[in-house]
Nanobody, 124 residues
Framework: QVQLVESGGGLVQAGGSLRLSCAASGRTFGGGAMGWFRQAPGKEREFVAAISWSGFNTIVADSVKGRFTIFADNAKNTVYLQMKTLKPEDTAVYYC?????????????????WGQGIQVTVSS
């Protein structure tokens, strides 16, 4: 069984930065992909970014492109989301995800495991 544990969330002012971390345990991140989704109050869960195990393939949502970067440390089974120039509309619960096989994808139903979520709040 895979466990995904997010950390690094919190409250930040608009224009600030945060780095989210997601540590995977129970199964080595030795294939497939990991990534991040987010869900704001009253809105559907949306894709943010994903990275293949090799690191060669990444996808970043248009809404955060140029501001958010995803990267991974395979030795630590950890994926990171570096968020810069944060906006109030980035406020959401952020979820770490993992899929065991295949390449990076953006669908909610494409991922096998989900973390419990971590709150990111951006004040104006």
């Amino acid at each position: 069984q895979v466990q995904l544990v997010e950390s690094g969330g919190g409250l930040v002012q608009a224009g600030g930065s945060l780095r989210l971390s997601c540590a995977a345990s129970g199964r080595t991140f030795g294939g497939g992909a990991m990534g991040w989704f987010r869900q704001a109050p009253g809105k559907e869960r949306e894709f943010v970014a994903a990275i293949s195990w090799s690191g060669f393939n990444t996808i970043v949502a248009d809404s955060v492109k140029g501001r958010f970067t995803i990267f991974a440390d395979n030795a630590k089974n950890t994926v990171y989301l570096q968020m810069k120039t944060l906006k109030p509309e980035d406020t959401a619960v952020y979820y770490c995800v993992q899929k065991i096989q295949g390449t990076v994808v953006t669908g909610v139903g494409d991922y096998d495991y989900w973390g419990q979520g971590i709150q990111v709040t951006v004040s104006s």
